[in-house]
Protein backbone atom coordinates (compact mmCIF):
# COMPACT_ATOMS: atom_id res chain seq x y z
CA UNK A 1 0.00 0.00 0.00
CA UNK A 2 1.52 3.42 -1.11
CA UNK A 3 0.97 6.21 0.68
CA UNK A 4 1.72 9.94 -0.86
CA UNK A 5 2.25 12.22 2.66
CA UNK A 6 3.20 15.60 2.84
CA UNK A 7 6.33 16.74 4.47
CA UNK A 8 5.54 18.67 7.54
CA UNK A 9 6.93 20.73 10.38
CA UNK A 10 7.01 18.39 13.83
CA UNK A 11 3.85 16.83 12.23
CA UNK A 12 1.08 16.27 14.46
CA UNK A 13 0.07 12.89 15.71
CA UNK A 14 -2.15 12.16 13.16
CA UNK A 15 0.24 12.44 10.68
CA UNK A 16 2.89 9.79 12.99
CA UNK A 17 -0.30 7.48 12.47
CA UNK A 18 -0.28 7.66 8.99
CA UNK A 19 3.38 7.30 8.86
CA UNK A 20 3.92 4.92 10.90
CA UNK A 21 1.63 1.99 9.62
CA UNK A 22 3.10 -1.12 8.98
CA UNK A 23 1.86 -2.21 5.59
CA UNK A 24 2.71 1.33 4.37
CA UNK A 25 5.04 2.22 1.75
CA UNK A 26 5.83 5.87 2.39
CA UNK A 27 6.69 8.34 -0.26
CA UNK A 28 6.96 11.97 0.77
CA UNK A 29 5.68 15.10 -1.49
CA UNK A 30 8.08 17.22 -2.84
CA UNK A 31 7.20 18.48 -5.80
CA UNK A 32 3.86 20.41 -4.72
CA UNK A 33 3.42 24.18 -4.79
CA UNK A 34 3.87 25.43 -1.31
CA UNK A 35 0.51 25.98 0.00
CA UNK A 36 -0.09 28.55 3.09
CA UNK A 37 -1.13 27.74 6.32
CA UNK A 38 -0.77 24.60 6.32
CA UNK A 39 1.60 22.28 8.80
CA UNK A 40 4.41 22.36 6.04
CA UNK A 41 5.70 25.39 8.42
CA UNK A 42 4.06 25.28 11.28
CA UNK A 43 3.32 22.94 13.99
CA UNK A 44 0.87 23.25 17.43
CA UNK A 45 2.41 23.16 20.89
CA UNK A 46 0.35 23.38 24.47
CA UNK A 47 1.26 27.16 25.73
CA UNK A 48 0.67 28.32 28.88
CA UNK A 49 -2.38 30.14 27.44
CA UNK A 50 -3.57 27.49 25.35
CA UNK A 51 -2.84 26.41 22.03
CA UNK A 52 0.34 28.13 20.55
CA UNK A 53 1.51 28.36 16.66
CA UNK A 54 4.78 28.02 16.00
CA UNK A 55 5.13 29.24 12.31
CA UNK A 56 8.64 28.82 10.42
CA UNK A 57 8.91 32.49 8.41
CA UNK A 58 10.01 31.87 4.58
CA UNK A 59 12.08 33.42 2.37
CA UNK A 60 10.07 34.53 -0.18
CA UNK A 61 12.24 34.38 -3.24
CA UNK A 62 9.58 33.77 -6.05
CA UNK A 63 10.09 29.89 -6.05
CA UNK A 64 6.46 27.79 -5.13
CA UNK A 65 8.06 24.57 -5.10
CA UNK A 66 8.34 22.87 -1.93
CA UNK A 67 12.01 21.17 -2.41
CA UNK A 68 13.14 24.95 -2.89
CA UNK A 69 11.39 26.78 -0.52
CA UNK A 70 13.87 28.52 1.94
CA UNK A 71 13.34 29.50 5.72
CA UNK A 72 13.92 33.27 6.33
CA UNK A 73 17.62 34.21 7.58
CA UNK A 74 16.69 37.84 8.78
CA UNK A 75 14.16 35.94 11.66
CA UNK A 76 15.88 34.22 14.33
CA UNK A 77 12.83 32.12 14.94
CA UNK A 78 15.19 28.85 15.55
CA UNK A 79 15.97 29.91 18.92
CA UNK A 80 12.64 31.42 19.43
CA UNK A 81 10.56 28.37 18.43
CA UNK A 82 13.06 26.44 20.80
CA UNK A 83 12.24 28.64 23.61
CA UNK A 84 8.80 28.39 23.49
CA UNK A 85 9.03 24.60 23.20
CA UNK A 86 11.29 24.90 26.28
CA UNK A 87 8.94 27.18 28.80
CA UNK A 88 5.72 25.10 27.41
CA UNK A 89 7.18 21.15 28.49
CA UNK A 90 10.10 22.07 30.60
CA UNK A 91 7.68 20.73 33.65
CA UNK A 92 6.55 18.04 31.69
CA UNK A 93 7.36 14.34 32.68
CA UNK A 94 9.63 13.40 29.91
CA UNK A 95 11.18 16.97 28.81
CA UNK A 96 14.29 16.68 30.73
CA UNK A 97 14.74 12.94 29.05
CA UNK A 98 14.88 14.36 25.37
CA UNK A 99 15.77 17.73 26.14
CA UNK A 100 19.63 17.65 24.01
CA UNK A 101 18.00 15.79 21.35
CA UNK A 102 14.73 18.20 21.02
CA UNK A 103 17.06 21.41 20.80
CA UNK A 104 19.67 19.09 18.18
CA UNK A 105 16.35 20.12 16.02
CA UNK A 106 17.07 23.87 16.31
CA UNK A 107 20.59 24.13 16.19
CA UNK A 108 20.88 22.24 12.29
CA UNK A 109 22.18 24.05 9.95
CA UNK A 110 19.48 24.58 6.91
CA UNK A 111 18.00 27.10 5.24
CA UNK A 112 16.07 24.23 2.56
CA UNK A 113 12.65 24.01 4.64
CA UNK A 114 12.62 20.60 3.25
CA UNK A 115 16.26 19.61 4.97
CA UNK A 116 15.16 21.14 7.86
CA UNK A 117 12.00 19.12 8.41
CA UNK A 118 13.29 15.71 7.24
CA UNK A 119 16.31 16.30 9.63
CA UNK A 120 13.64 17.31 12.45
CA UNK A 121 11.90 13.81 11.29
CA UNK A 122 14.90 11.77 11.99
CA UNK A 123 15.53 13.18 15.25
CA UNK A 124 12.24 12.28 15.72
CA UNK A 125 12.53 8.94 15.26
CA UNK A 126 15.19 8.33 17.14
CA UNK A 127 13.38 9.00 20.06
CA UNK A 128 10.22 7.22 19.36
CA UNK A 129 12.85 4.73 18.46
CA UNK A 130 11.67 3.75 14.73
CA UNK A 131 12.96 3.25 11.50
CA UNK A 132 10.40 3.87 9.27
CA UNK A 133 11.86 3.95 5.73
CA UNK A 134 10.53 6.57 2.95
CA UNK A 135 11.48 7.35 -0.41
CA UNK A 136 10.79 10.95 -2.16
CA UNK A 137 9.28 11.50 -5.02
CA UNK A 138 10.26 12.73 -8.77
CA UNK A 139 7.70 14.72 -9.97
CA UNK A 140 3.65 15.60 -8.82
CA UNK A 141 1.22 13.56 -10.65
CA UNK A 142 -2.37 15.50 -10.20
CA UNK A 143 -3.49 11.31 -9.68
CA UNK A 144 -1.33 9.46 -7.59
CA UNK A 145 -1.28 6.06 -7.19
CA UNK A 146 -2.52 4.75 -3.97
CA UNK A 147 -3.21 6.77 -1.13
CA UNK A 148 -2.67 10.67 -1.51
CA UNK A 149 -2.73 12.54 2.36
CA UNK A 150 -1.50 15.52 0.64
CA UNK A 151 -4.58 17.32 1.52
CA UNK A 152 -5.69 15.50 4.86
CA UNK A 153 -4.67 17.26 7.99
CA UNK A 154 -5.87 20.41 8.24
CA UNK A 155 -3.97 23.22 10.48
CA UNK A 156 -7.52 25.25 10.60
CA UNK A 157 -9.64 22.45 11.51
CA UNK A 158 -10.56 19.63 13.88
CA UNK A 159 -8.75 16.76 13.44
CA UNK A 160 -10.29 13.60 11.22
CA UNK A 161 -8.54 11.31 14.29
CA UNK A 162 -10.01 9.92 17.55
CA UNK A 163 -7.45 10.23 20.13
CA UNK A 164 -7.31 8.90 23.73
CA UNK A 165 -7.08 12.07 26.61
CA UNK A 166 -3.52 12.11 28.04
CA UNK A 167 -2.19 14.44 30.10
CA UNK A 168 -0.88 17.93 29.38
CA UNK A 169 0.57 20.25 31.55
CA UNK A 170 -1.83 22.95 31.11
CA UNK A 171 -5.03 20.91 30.91
CA UNK A 172 -6.50 21.72 34.25
CA UNK A 173 -6.80 25.02 32.69
CA UNK A 174 -7.82 24.77 29.11
CA UNK A 175 -8.75 20.94 28.77
CA UNK A 176 -7.57 18.69 26.61
CA UNK A 177 -6.06 19.74 23.28
CA UNK A 178 -6.03 16.53 20.50
CA UNK A 179 -3.54 16.11 17.75
CA UNK A 180 -1.13 18.54 18.46
CA UNK A 181 2.82 18.23 17.37
CA UNK A 182 4.37 15.34 17.87
CA UNK A 183 6.74 16.68 20.63
CA UNK A 184 3.47 17.29 22.71
CA UNK A 185 2.96 13.70 23.24
CA UNK A 186 6.88 12.78 23.52
CA UNK A 187 7.32 15.26 26.79
CA UNK A 188 4.07 14.27 28.04
CA UNK A 189 3.63 10.26 27.08
CA UNK A 190 7.26 9.40 26.88
CA UNK A 191 8.66 5.79 25.71
CA UNK A 192 4.63 4.76 25.49
CA UNK A 193 4.40 7.92 22.46
CA UNK A 194 4.70 4.82 19.99
CA UNK A 195 1.96 2.79 21.38
CA UNK A 196 -0.13 5.75 21.69
CA UNK A 197 0.27 7.30 17.91
CA UNK A 198 -0.58 3.03 16.96
CA UNK A 199 -4.15 3.02 19.03
CA UNK A 200 -5.13 6.65 16.96
CA UNK A 201 -7.86 5.73 14.18
CA UNK A 202 -9.24 7.43 11.54
CA UNK A 203 -13.16 9.04 12.54
Excluded at 25 to 32: C, G
Aim: with cysteine.
Amino acid sequence: MQILLPIFYLPPISWFAIFLQDDAEIVFEQYENFPKQTYRNRTNIYGANGKLSLIIPMNHNGTRVLKDIQTSTREKWKPLHWKSIKIAYQTSPYFEYYEDQLEAIFTFKANSLLDFNLNALKIIQKILKTEKAYSLNNEFLKQPQGFNFRDQFSAKSETAFLMEVYYQGFSDKYGFLEDLSIIDLICNKGPESLTYIRNVKHK
